[in-house]
């Protein structure tokens, strides 16, 4: 069983940051991917990043101001959220593909979302 927990949401003022974190726990053998969406009310949800062994990629509408990291030694992927704005208030999801047992297939797990709200 693999679980993704994330923490680091709140209010926030436009122009601030924040960090969130996922942490993976369970069954782990490997994680080929971590990914980062979110979801604003009546929206759909959105792909905001992607973290590989091969480097990061962004969204056009955060590239710049977000940033992706992960502590290996945790299992633990990181979203640096600068410069945030009003239009970032969203639930956020992160979104691992993770390999539990060298003998099974990787499979996508999601975390529990938590809340980003940029206001003044």
């Known amino acids: 069983q693999v679980q993704l927990v994330e923490s680091g949401g709140g209010l926030v003022q436009p122009g601030g940051s924040l960090r969130l974190s996922c942490a993976a726990s369970?069954?782990?053998?490997?994680?080929?991917?971590t990914d980062w969406y979110r979801q604003a009310p009546g929206q759909e949800r959105e792909l905001v990043g992607t973290i590989t062994a091969a480097g990061t990629s962004y969204s056009e509408s955060v590239k710049g101001r977000f940033a992706i990291s992960r502590d290996n030694a945790k299992n633990t992927v990181y979203l640096q959220m600068n410069s945030l704005k009003p239009e970032d208030t969203a639930v956020y999801y992160c979104k691992a593909q993770v390999m539990p047992t060298r003998w099974e297939r990787y499979r996508d797990y999601w975390g529990q979302g938590t809340q980003v709200t940029v206001s003044s």
């Open positions: 369970g069954s782990i053998f490997n994680i080929r991917a």
